[in-house]
């Protein structure tokens, strides 16, 4: 069946950094493209950065462009988000998923304060 497995969140401090990452499993994972999405609490959920197959091209919210970076490792079946210069409003839970696909993983909490 389908996982996804979101791990890397944390408490950090405005200004630092955290890298997350999704490991993916029960499906083709090469074929598909894969998105990082955010929910902070009372929000609904929003699409952060998403990163095409290959690898090839990305696209970010405007909120997190220049400093979040989206990339894959086909071989590991992991997608990554390179989150730097956080900010308080970058507070929630973070979870990745397939395009195309009604599946999300657990979640990983990221909490920016001090």
């Known amino acids: 069946q389908v996982q996804l497995v979101e791990s890397g969140g944390g408490l950090v401090q405005p200004g630092g950094s955290l890298r997350l990452s999704c490991l993916a499993s029960?499906?083709?994972?090469?074929?598909?493209?894969m998105r990082w999405y955010r929910q902070a609490p009372g929000k609904e959920r929003e699409l952060v950065a998403q990163?095409?197959?290959?690898?090839?091209?990305?696209i970010y919210a405007a909120s997190v462009k220049g400093r979040f970076t989206i990339s894959r490792d086909n071989d590991k079946n992991t997608v990554y988000l390179q989150m730097n210069t956080l900010k308080p409003e970058d507070t929630a839970v973070y979870y990745c998923?397939?395009?195309?696909?009604?599946?999300w993983g657990k979640g990983t909490p990221v909490t920016v304060s001090t």
């Open positions: 990163i095409t197959s290959s690898g090839g091209a990305t």
């Open positions: 998923a397939a395009l195309g696909m009604a599946y």
């Open positions: 029960g499906f083709t994972f090469s074929t598909y493209g």
